[in-house]
């Protein structure tokens, strides 16, 4: 078992989670915190890191919408703050807006992991939040407009 795998196991044995969602083959723990998205725990044998991964949403249904998202996700990610020192990213695979984090095993220990989860657990539904209101509003923006030539109507 490797120093991930470890921590990865005394984390979801210190929160009572059971053993059915650790995927022994991806060496990760994925659970589902509400609305569809998911919190994964994971290890890469050749990083020796513990990876944590949130989604945030899904950007496949507001495809004209991406670009300003995505400029928003980076105004979030500068100096790591509103992020709690994760970042948040894409996954083209998925089409969801993910906020993630990178630990050095060896510097960590299941309580550490713990803590660390649970902050980016809380920024995750700051951030969703403040991404679901921009979309709405914006979307709610764009159905009164009348301008037909508006890029963001042609690319919907």
Known sequence: MTETERLIREWMQAEGLPEAFYDQAA???TIPVGGGAELSLFGLPESGDVFIA????????????RAELFALCME???YAVETRGGAIGFD????KLVLTARIAADRLDAPLLARMTNDLLDA???L????EERAENR???LETRTDRNDP?????
């Open 139 to 141: 979307l709610r923006e």
């Open 76 to 78: 979030m990610n500068a």
């Open 152 to 156: 963001v109507l042609l690319m919907g």
């Open 92 to 95: 083209a695979r998925r089409e």
């Open 54 to 65: 949130v989604d945030l949403m899904s950007v496949d249904a507001v495809r004209g919408l």
């Open 128 to 131: 969703r939040r403040r991404l």
């Open 124 to 126: 995750a539904v700051r």
């Open 27 to 29: 060496s990760a723990c």
